[in-house]
């Protein structure tokens, strides 16, 4: 019989409000095993912790349970109290009673009820609890990052420094992402590209980063430390090693009618392209859906003008296996698609555009090199209204509930820009608030009204029609004047919410990485660990984990990046005791617990067992490797006859909580 | 077809192949067949026997009968293969010391179902594939055999053989337009008080004999949950009626996935207690939730309450389907 001592906490008001805490310590004391029971107002405080180890010393207590928080707060905390008294750090319990009772209850009495039972269910458990040690496991000295725009780049390069190997897998031909795409960034107005090109070329060149570029995460095993991921990479039918980006068969191609992405497909490319003139690597990719040789074997014309032989059609995907100690997602987002938007006449006129292909008319490097010409008939356009909010904070159904954050601020830049290149014109915003909470943000905000003239009315525009000369009819409300208004604007820009990247889903279930429900990965704590996903050895960059702008996302690039350094500096981790433990005797050697372990912990073999008639048989027994095992349970609950268990969270413990609560 | 059987089984034994054979003999009474084991071409003669009232499933006695020195040779008919092919599944047989010959069957005549016809005092029965005799104490009585057949067999869900190494008479097919689950149906339309007092009514008969559990194919733990005193569940299913309810509830849970539906667990309850339903609910749900899945029927197939899948249902289906099934 364990000799337990019972620890209720007030944490302020936030328990002993809706709990009567000393009716729970008083409750427990008639629990079998405890021989001592009480209460205190902060039990994590030091004063609180000495309690604890002072009962342990006193009472001789071989058992722990604190009535508090949730364990996720301050079981450690709690854990090495008891380990400093003296006792294993695995023989104290927690018993939730602030999460799960305090706080979503109102009544007193059944609060305080339930307190009790929750006690009683975890006095029930800790008499079966046995001290467990933990062990350790290696941790390979390399990073992966998921993604190669400013986040992915920004984490990779971080990590270099401080001298670690790390890996950029990027499933376009180049990396850099959204970023090469803008023009100018706000508040400072500063070139993106002049800023980003710089760190891409520096990725190339860091002998310690190793750029997958047109290639994706095909798939994950393995734990914190020590993952196994293959990487495929795409055949782009030509080879990197040779290919000196000279951009000879990118003239030559005779295939010019492909949509080219880069510019919104707003200009064309060849069937074989480099993606941009900074791109890294420069190397040309053949796209499979259009090039004659590949869809019809008719052509040839790239390898005929390549002096250095690196076109290859036979190219095939290949899949590439590395060990990573830790991984960082850094998978970014899109514009959603405006096919539910028709109220704006999106996919009806060609001069109604995103901010993304506003960036592309005003970027140099874009389809009207620079100058802002409609789409339609190249014209500049005269008037120009901005709608805000297309799918943001949007209720109906259509698009986001959130906030994409960082459209007040671009389509501010758009507006202000237009205005200083070319003053004629008359810029409208449309906005339901204008959000611009950030460093120099609302000066930059106040200067496109103040100084540059352009007309912000709150109110959200609810049609936009196409006219015959041309032009569209926007009719709006303005929401401080309370009028309707029309406007014949030569050119809409949409500001359309952003949405995680589709490829993020898939690749949340490879690394059992949790989501919300908006397909943003979940961070461990909001405010406390921010960067971290729940799932040990998992890391969050950018706007994967939520909307941000660049700042905010180079932030939190660094920030995942010393969280990398930090594991990967270690050269053990310490393992989590609480795994899985097969009892041969009554094993079945069924294979399922096998078939449903997601890290591939158990493995099955022959052993010989003297039976009890004294004869030996040769059985199939399963065994658990226990520095791969995350103790998840998954096995326990798969095994027919109950020979899997897992430490700490013992079958028998477990039905013992059960009776405890139904008693 | 028993001459057939009997003629193989003398070979098979005179070569040196197999060194014992599985099936059936006669049991206490002359329609309670029971499986027997033969090792010699005297006792296959004198004992050895296989007719319409042959209804045990064979599959479970290779666990051991497969450790034993030199192989065995069992006869197993198309929905025992389902059951055989399952434990090959779990590793529980090994399979190169058994030498299967799968056997035709048109349907088992049951003693439970001639006796649920109101016949008492049945001393024997026979039956020559189309019509069964009744010997009782009181006279003789005869029945179409479709009259006598347990609802296991006029639901006969395949006539296919899903593992053998020879086949006698004639191979036949998958029935795919059976009615099994309409009683489950029927249940499931229930509300739960009327669902909860059919069950108590029908289990409250149960007295622990632990037949269906030893007769199960998918009951082959080394050792049951319920007989560890380690497991946390020793007992629970002993103390009081309705726990014993529980242990019912529970064996259904813990051979869901795995249950082929061969429906042995019913024919050998002494309280004629329907437990089948219980596992073909579980049937139902991975056919509706997981798509259509048939246990022991490929031995390579994943199972799918042992494979996790991203088009998996999410537990809301629960509150999709109203909460009520």
């Keep these: 019989m364990q000799k337990i001592g019972v620890f209720v906490c007030h944490c302020g008001t936030n328990i002993a409000a809706t709990v009567d805490v000393k009716a729970v310590a008083e409750a427990l004391k008639g629990e079998p095993g405890v021989v001592f029971s009480t209460d205190y107002q902060y039990m994590c405080s030091e004063a609180g912790q000495n309690l604890i180890k002072n009962s342990i010393k006193e009472y001789g207590l071989t058992g722990v349970v604190v009535c508090s928080c949730s364990p996720r707060m301050h079981e450690q905390t709690f854990r090495k109290a008891a380990q400093s008294a003296g006792i294993n750090p695995y023989m104290v319990e927690i018993a939730n009673i602030r999460e799960q009772c305090s706080w979503i209850h109102k009544d007193i009495w059944s609060a305080t009820e339930k307190a009790i039972i929750l006690g009683k269910a975890a006095v029930a458990k800790v008499q079966l609890n046995a001290p467990l040690t933990a062990g350790e496991s290696p941790v390979v000295k390399r990073a992966l990052v998921i993604g190669g725009g400013i986040a992915g780049i920004q984490t990779a390069l971080d990590i270099a420094e401080a001298g670690f190997e790390v890996d950029i897998v990027e499933k376009q031909p180049t990396i850099g992402g959204k970023m090469t795409q803008i023009d100018k960034t706000f508040p400072t107005l500063d070139c993106a590209a002049c800023i980003l090109t710089p760190k891409m070329v520096d990725c190339a060149q860091n002998e310690k980063i190793k750029i997958y570029s047109y290639s994706e995460v095909a798939d994950v095993k393995g734990f914190v430390g020590n993952f196994t991921v293959k990487i495929k990479k795409k055949a782009r039918y030509v080879d990197e090693d040779k290919c000196t980006g000279c951009g000879i068969c990118t003239e030559k191609c005779p295939v010019k009618n492909v949509p080219n992405e880069f510019n919104m497909g707003m200009d064309n490319r060849r069937a074989i392209y480099i993606p941009f003139a900074q791109a890294v690597p420069k190397v040309a990719t053949i796209d499979a859906n259009y090039c004659n040789m590949l869809k019809n074997g008719k052509c040839g014309v790239c390898s005929k003008f390549c002096t250095v032989g690196a076109i290859d059609y036979k190219q095939q995907d290949t899949i590439v296996e590395e060990k990573y100690g830790a991984i960082v997602v850094a998978t970014g987002f899109n514009p959603i698609k405006l096919d539910d938007f028709d109220e704006f006449a999106y996919s009806q006129s060609k001069d109604v555009i995103t901010s993304l292909e506003f960036e592309r008319l005003t970027n140099a490097a874009g389809p009207t090199s620079g100058t802002l010409l409609r789409p339609s008939d190249g014209k500049h356009p005269h008037t120009i209204v901005f709608v805000q909010c297309v799918g943001s904070r949007d209720t109906s159904g259509c698009g986001k509930t959130y906030c994409s954050k960082i459209c007040c601020m671009y389509t501010a830049k758009h507006a202000m820009l237009t205005r200083e290149k070319y003053p004629d014109t008359d810029v409208y915003v449309f906005y339901i608030d204008v959000r611009t909470p950030g460093k120099n943000f609302d000066e930059f905000y106040r200067r496109a009204v103040e100084e540059y003239g352009v007309h912000y009315i709150k109110g959200m525009v609810g049609k936009v029609v196409p006219r015959s000369d041309g032009t569209l009819m926007v009719q709006a409300s303005d929401l401080l004047s309370n009028e309707q208004l029309h406007i014949n604007a030569d050119l809409v820009v949409l500001a359309a919410a952003i949405e995680p990247d589709k490829s993020a889903r898939s690749l949340a279930t490879m690394l059992t990485a949790s989501m919300d429900t908006n397909d943003f990965f979940t961070e461990a704590h909001p405010k406390l660990r921010p960067v971290e996903s729940p799932t040990a050895g998992i890391f969050l960059s950018g706007v994967c984990q939520g909307p941000k702008d660049i700042p905010e996302t180079v932030s939190q690039a660094s920030a995942a990046a010393a969280k990398v350094i930090g594991l990967l500096a270690k050269d053990k981790l310490t393992c989590n005791p609480c795994v899985a433990q097969a009892n041969e005797l009554m094993c079945n050697g069924c294979s399922s617990c096998e078939k449903v372990c997601p890290y591939g912990a158990i493995t099955y073999s022959d052993k010989e067992f003297r039976m009890p008639d004294r004869t030996t048989a040769i059985r199939r027994v399963a065994s658990v490797n226990e520095a791969v095992c995350q103790g998840c349970g998954a096995c326990t609950v798969a095994c027919p006859s109950g020979a899997m268990d897992l430490k700490g969270f013992s079958n028998s413990q477990i039905m013992a909580e059960v009776d405890a609560i139904c008693k | ?325």
Excluded at chain 2, 92 to 97: A, K, M
Excluded at chain 2, 134 to 151: F, H, P, R
Excluded at chain 2, 175 to 182: E, G
């Design chain 2, 1 to 325: 077809m028993q001459s057939e059987m009997i003629k193989r089984a003398k070979e098979l034994l005179a070569s040196g192949e197999v060194a014992r054979v599985v099936g059936w003999k006669a049991g206490e009474f002359d329609y309670d067949i029971t499986p027997g084991v033969f090792t010699t071409a005297e006792e296959l003669d004198s004992a050895f026997l296989y007719n319409d009232l042959c209804e045990a499933n064979l599959s479970k006695y290779m666990i051991a009968q497969s450790r034993k020195e030199g192989k065995t040779l069992v006869f197993l008919k198309p929905c025992d293969t389902y059951s055989f092919s399952q434990l090959l599944k779990e590793h529980r047989i090994l399979r190169e010391n058994v030498y299967v010959i799968g056997v035709p069957c048109d349907g088992k005549v049951d003693v439970d179902t001639v006796k649920a016809t109101g016949l008492t005092g049945i001393c024997s029965m026979t039956s020559d594939g189309e019509t069964v005799t009744v010997k009782t104490l009181y006279g003789d009585s005869t029945m179409s055999k479709a009259d006598a057949m347990s609802e296991r067999c006029i639901n006969c869900k395949s006539k296919k053989h899903v593992v053998y190494d020879e086949l006698l008479g004639e191979e036949g097919d998958v029935v795919a337009d059976n009615h099994r689950f309409d009683m489950v149906e029927k249940i499931e339309a229930m509300t739960p008080d009327e669902r909860f007092e059919f069950w108590r009514n029908e289990l409250s008969r149960c007295i622990r004999c632990n037949a269906c559990r030893n007769v199960c194919p998918a009951c082959s733990c080394e050792k049951c949950v319920f007989d560890n005193e380690q497991s946390g569940a020793f007992n629970k299913g002993a103390s009081d009626s309705f726990e014993e309810n529980m242990f019912h509830i529970i064996r259904a849970f813990h051979v869901a996935g795995r249950c082929t539906d061969c429906g042995e667990c019913s024919r050998v309850c002494p309280q004629n207690i329907p437990l089948h339903l219980l596992n073909r609910k579980f049937i139902k749900d991975i056919n509706e939730l997981y798509g259509e899945y048939q246990a022991g029927e490929n031995a390579d197939e994943r199972a799918p309450l042992n494979t996790f899948t991203t088009e998996d249902v999410e537990p809301s289906i629960v509150y999709e389907r109203g909460g009520k099934q």
